[in-house]
C-alpha cells in the first residue's frame, strides 16, 4: 500500500515574515499567495522497516533527510498514530534545471500523502494545519488560485481559499538567476527581520494591506494587485537590510531586474515584481507582456532562466493500493 499526493509551489503576495512561535510555525501576521500551475512536487509514501528519503530519485543522506522524517514522526505523535518507518519519495517538477524547488510545495504534498496513507481523511482545513507544522508557506498550498493563511494559535492558524479559479489575466514571469549564493535561511531571516526598527510598522501595516489585497482581487484590479505585492516584497526586503546585522536576499543581477520592471512599467507596459528569501524575482503580468518581456529578459540576461506560470489547482492524493 502507498499513497500519492501532488501540491504546487505558491508565491506569497502578502508575505509571511515573522514567527510568533517558531515550534508551532505560528505566524505573526496574515499572508496572501498565488499558487502556481508550474511546480510542484509529487510525493510517494509507504511503510518500511527503515526511514528512507528518495528526492528526484536520488537517495538522500541521514542529514538530508531528517526535517522530513522529524516531521512525519510530529504527525504521528499529533495524531496518536503508532511510530512507524516511511518509504518517501519525492520529485520536484520544475520546469528548469536549475528549479524554484520550494518547502510549500513539498511539506503541502508531504501532509496529504501521510492523510491518504494513514486513511484520516482530513479536511482541507485539518490538512493545511499539518503543513504548517512543517512549513509555514505549505499552509497555502493546499489550495489553489489565491489563499490567504491567517494568524493565530494552533487550532486556528490555517490557510484558507480566497479564489481558487481566478479569471483574472494574472500570469507571473519567474526569473531564476544563475548565481545561486549562500542562502540565509527562511526561518533565520525571520529572526533577524524583527530587530529592524520597522518591524512594528510591518505588523501594523498587515491587516490593511491583507484587506487591500483581497479588495483587489474581488474586483479584477490587476494594477492594484502588483502594486500592492511589490510594496509588500520591498518593505520585506528593507526589514532584512535595517536589521542588526543586517543583510540582503539581493544580488546584483536582482537589483538589475528591478530597475528594468520600473523602466517598462513606466514605459507603459502594466508589470510588477516581488522577491522572496533568494535573488530570483518574479514579474506578475498579462500573458502577452509575460511573452514580451521574456523575450527582453532572454535578450539582456542570457544566463536566466525564465518560465511563465499561472494560476495552479490545490493539493491532491490518491492511494495506490489498487494496483500493487
Ligand atoms: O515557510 P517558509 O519557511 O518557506 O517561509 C516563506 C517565506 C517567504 O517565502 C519569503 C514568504 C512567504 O509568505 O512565502
Redesign the pocket.
Given at each position: 500500500m502507498s499513497a500519492t499526493a501532488i501540491a504546487h509551489t505558491n508565491i506569497?503576495l502578502i508575505?509571511?515574515?515573522g514567527k510568533a512561535d517558531p515550534d508551532l510555525r505560528l505566524p505573526l501576521m496574515n499572508?496572501l499567495?498565488m499558487t502556481l500551475d508550474k511546480f510542484y512536487t509529487e510525493t510517494t509514501l509507504s511503510w518500511q522497516t527503515s526511514d528512507q528519503f528518495f528526492l528526484n530519485g536520488k537517495l538522500q543522506a541521514a542529514a538530508d533527510s531528517q526535517r522530513v522524517f522529524s516531521y512525519l514522526h510530529l504527525l504521528e505523535r499529533r495524531l496518536n498514530l503508532p511510530n512507524r518507518h516511511y518509504l518517501v519519495r519525492s520529485v520536484n517538477h520544475v520546469p528548469t534545471s536549475a528549479g524554484l524547488a520550494s518547502?510549500?510545495s513539498a511539506f503541502a504534498a508531504l501532509a496529504a500523502a501521510f492523510d491518504q496513507l494513514q486513511q484520516l481523511h482530513l479536511s482541507r482545513q485539518d490538512l493545511s494545519r499539518l503543513a504548517r507544522l512543517g512549513?509555514?508557506?505549505?499552509t497555502r498550498s493546499i489550495f489553489g488560485g489565491f489563499a490567504e493563511w491567517q494568524a493565530g494559535d494552533d487550532a486556528n492558524s490555517y490557510a484558507v481559499p480566497i479564489d481558487e479559479r481566478p479569471k483574472l489575466d494574472l500570469h507571473l514571469l519567474v526569473v531564476e538567476l544563475d548565481q545561486q549564493p549562500k542562502k540565509i535561511s527562511?526561518?533565520i531571516g525571520m529572526q533577524r527581520a524583527q530587530t529592524s526598527p520597522f518591524y512594528q510598522t510591518w505588523l501594523e501595516r498587515n491587516p490593511d494591506e491583507i484587506a487591500q489585497m483581497k479588495l483587489a482581487i474581488q474586483q479584477a484590479d490587476f494594477d492594484k494587485i502588483g502594486q500592492l505585492a511589490e510594496l509588500n516584497a520591498n518593505e520585506m526586503h528593507a526589514l532584512n537590510l535595517t536589521a542588526q546585522p543586517p543583510f540582503t536576499y539581493f544580488e546584483p543581477a536582482t537589483m538589475q531586474i528591478i530597475k528594468w520592471v520600473q523602466a517598462w512599467r513606466a514605459a507603459g507596459i502594466p508589470c510588477y515584481y516581488t522577491i522572496?528569501?533568494g535573488p530570483n524575482v518574479k514579474i506578475l503580468t498579462s500573458l502577452k507582456n509575460c511573452k514580451v518581456l521574456s523575450s527582453r529578459l532572454a535578450q539582456l540576461m542570457p544566463s536566466a532562466k525564465i518560465v511563465v506560470t499561472n494560476f495552479g489547482p490545490g493539493v491532491k492524493s490518491w492511494s495506490n493500493s489498487d494496483m500493487e
Open positions: 506569497a508575505k509571511y515574515w499572508s499567495s518547502s510549500s512549513s509555514g508557506s505549505a527562511s526561518t522572496d528569501a
